[in-house]
């Protein structure tokens, strides 16, 4: 008797975008209506919700275990807490689309490959993430900067057929760190720094865009901007390690990793963008800090869920560590990567409803934005060339 054919499991890729296209349980893209749904007696000192706010988008979990494991693979795919965009303006989006190509070719990076650049639609990313403006050179200066620090990832880090090679990471991003934050060199030392600087598109690229953002950016909004570049190179840095010695990372250290690898740079420029500014005694509070770069490290775990097909095959994603240290399938190890997405993300609710009650009107509005800017990624992952369609590939 010949037996019944059973369908091929799905690619990582392709139940990652299962996932991420799913919004029919998405939270309200508002933040002050999921805040809405929790009780008025707010939350506990710990700060998690006295109940928890995903079961009110049927997302039937109980945190991380087993208990969780289960109710999520009885499903066919689990969902994401998570919501879609506030806004989809799609003519903005192209239009500082179009002015980032035109900065691009300008700078020298993606040479040859600026129909890839342009397949990735980073102008409308930059549109979905930041819907509190609709200035276009606002956006822009974002999307330069966005893309500068993509393109160092891809050059200098990720790929070799760009030139990448861990053995020189940390002195290339040392040398790019001198354009974000200039040293000050005696005599003809600096025009060397300056020569060598000339020769390198990224570098032009990192001053051009911090030009163009420091025409709205404050002074304390610059310097914590440069602050989060610096820990983005450090984690650079940490992955070539890893490259390096062929190490597979522990699942702790490779969440400490996208802590400092998240999406943070683009996400701290939410107020420059909405033209305000959250002033510093809010935005390094510990607990501020805490909430946000809660935020940050679910939304980079968005990224994970199928970059895979992008990256090489020495390069980690949190499936693939998962599926390492805890011997889970590929299925596993998706559903796994979600369950973490989610309780970072019940997490920075809770966070932020508790710091919302007691907080300034600018920190209302900065987590009202963080939550926007995360339905925005979200849609944007879910749509962009550089991850769909095999023959549209990464710039």
Known sequence: MIGTRLAPEPSLHDLGRAILSDFDHAPPADLGAVLAAAPRSGVTG?????????????????????????AFRQRSQPRLFCPGPLRDDRALGERVNEEMLRWAAETGIYPGRLDKLREADFGRYMMLAHPATSDPDRLLAATKCLVAEWAADDYYVDEVSLGADPMVVGSRLANLYAVVDPPSLPGGYASQ?????????????????????????????LARFRHQLAILFLAWTQEADWHVNRRTPP??????????????????????????????GEFFHPEVRAAFTTAGNAAVLINDLYSQKNESETDHNLPSVLAAEERLTHREAVFRTVEIHNE??????????????????????????????????????????RYHDSKEGKP
């Open 251 to 280: 699942v702790w250290e490779y969440l400490v990793q996208r802590h400092l690898n998240s999406y943070l740079p683009p996400m701290i420029l939410m107020d420059v963008l909405g033209g305000y500014e959250l002033p510093p």
């Open 344 to 385: 970072l993300m019940e997490t920075f609710v809770s966070r932020a409803a508790r710091l919302s009650a007691t907080g300034s009107p600018a920190l209302r509005r900065f987590f009202a934005d963080t939550w926007a800017y995360l339905g925005g990624s979200r849609e944007w992952h879910a749509t962009s060339g």
């Open 46 to 70: 710990s700060g998690r919700a006295p109940h928890d706010v995903r079961q009110q988008f049927d997302l039937d979990l109980k945190g991380l275990g087993t208990s969780a494991a289960r």
């Open 193 to 221: 720094k300056d020569a060598y600087h000339r020769l390198q598109p990224i570098s032009t690229a990192f001053r051009t865009a911090m030009e163009h953002l420091a025409r709205y950016a404050s002074v304390t909004q």
